[in-house]
């Protein structure tokens, strides 16, 4: 069975770009949550959806958004990309927001 | 509020030696506690999962832990370092719809 994907793998952007990762599940799954895990650190939660609405959401700013699809994919949104936001994203889904299964990461560098 | 720590940033050990990396949760509702770990430039994977049955739970990879309510701990321990256990290895706990993450303890094996 599939695993859960992320893509793209990695990412290079500039200061104050916009990028978007995106998500599918594990099939079967309905709830898809966003991690940030900057370098030497544990994963830091984002967002969790369910069922294409947001269910959480951790101590981010407003440039990060979400949203989750009809099929439980799901994309992440940073806008005005500072240097922090350099870090590893990762998706993890779930069938309803207890187990996670994570994917392998989209390793984001913002020069 | 859901916290978790861990205790040592870095952990070496001499192949064959026994591995302990301390882990201790707060939490205020019975705990779902996980231990994952990470190898360089991949995701998640996780070890173990303490879900209210069994005390001790035993993981992948020959490691098992241990909840402990009194102390509030779940320490992850495997009898025989192996240098493929070279690798950052996470404790999270499950909070309101996401995992909480310690900071995390790197595992060095000597030969």
């Known amino acids: 069975d599939a695993g859960v994907t992320q893509s793209p793998t990695h990412l290079i952007k500039t200061r104050g770009q916009q990028v978007t990762l995106r998500c599918s599940p594990i099939?079967?799954?309905?709830?898809v949550s966003w991690y940030q895990q900057v370098l030497g650190q544990g994963p830091q939660f984002i967002f969790q959806?369910?069922?294409?609405?947001?269910?959480g959401r951790g101590n981010f700013p407003d440039r990060f958004s979400a949203r989750q699809f009809p099929n439980y994919s799901s994309e992440l949104n940073v806008n005005a990309l500072l240097l922090g936001d350099s870090a590893l994203y990762l998706c993890?889904?779930?069938?309803?927001?207890?187990?996670?299964?994570f994917g392998p990461g989209t390793r984001l560098t913002v020069l | 509020a859901q916290s978790v720590t861990q205790l040592g940033s870095h952990v070496s050990v001499s192949e064959g030696a026994l591995v302990l990396l301390r882990c201790n949760y707060s939490?205020?509702?019975?705990?779902?506690l996980f231990w994952y770990v990470q190898y360089p430039n991949q995701g998640l994977q996780l070890l173990l999962k303490?879900?209210?049955?069994?005390?001790l739970v035993k993981g992948i990879n020959g490691f098992e832990a241990e909840f402990k309510k009194s102390e509030t701990s779940f320490h992850l321990t495997k009898p025989s370092a192996h240098m493929s256990d070279a690798a950052e290895y996470f404790c999270?706990?499950?909070?309101?719809?996401?995992?909480?993450f310690g900071t995390g303890t790197r595992l060095k094996v000597l030969a």
């Open positions: 993890a889904s779930s069938w309803g927001g207890d187990e996670q299964f």
């Open positions: 099939s079967g799954h309905k709830s």
């Open positions: 959806y369910y069922e294409k609405e947001e269910r």
């Open positions: 939490s205020s509702v019975p705990p779902y």
């Open positions: 303490y879900t209210s049955a069994a005390t």
């Open positions: 999270a706990v499950s909070g309101t719809y996401k995992y909480i």
